[in-house]
């Protein structure tokens, strides 16, 4: 069974940054596309950005310009750089993974992270 572990969240003041990390265990074979998602208080879970193995990366309109998501294939793990943080980026981020692992190509999530940005 893949883990995705998630680190980085917290609270930040507009105009600020975060880096956020998601990590996949051992478990993880191979790893296609990677993605972070996130998920506002009354709002469905949406698609910030995503990256697959060959580095090709697309990300929702709203944070084109502001967050750069990147991963290092060596340590299976996914990260996330916003900047100019406005107060409509606050919700739990989630990390995605497409993954291999002994029984199969499955989707993974991890348990999320919470983003609040101060006004």
């Known amino acids: 069974q893949v883990q995705l572990v998630e680190s980085g969240g917290g609270l930040v003041q507009t105009g600020g940054s975060l880096r956020l990390s998601c990590a996949a265990s051992?478990?993880?074979?191979?790893?296609?596309?990677m993605g972070w998602y996130r998920q506002a208080p009354g709002k469905e879970r949406e698609l910030v950005a995503r990256?697959?193995?060959?580095?090709?990366?697309n990300y929702t309109e709203s944070v084109k310009g502001r967050f750069t998501i990147s991963r290092d294939n060596s340590k299976n793990t996914l990260y996330l750089q916003m900047s100019s943080l406005k107060p409509e980026d606050t919700a739990v981020y989630y990390c995605n993974a497409r993954c291999l692992s002994t029984g199969g190509w499955f989707d993974y999530w991890g348990q999320g992270t919470q983003v609040t940005v101060s006004s």
């Open positions: 051992e478990d993880a074979i191979s790893i296609s596309t």
């Open positions: 990256v697959s193995s060959s580095g090709m990366t």
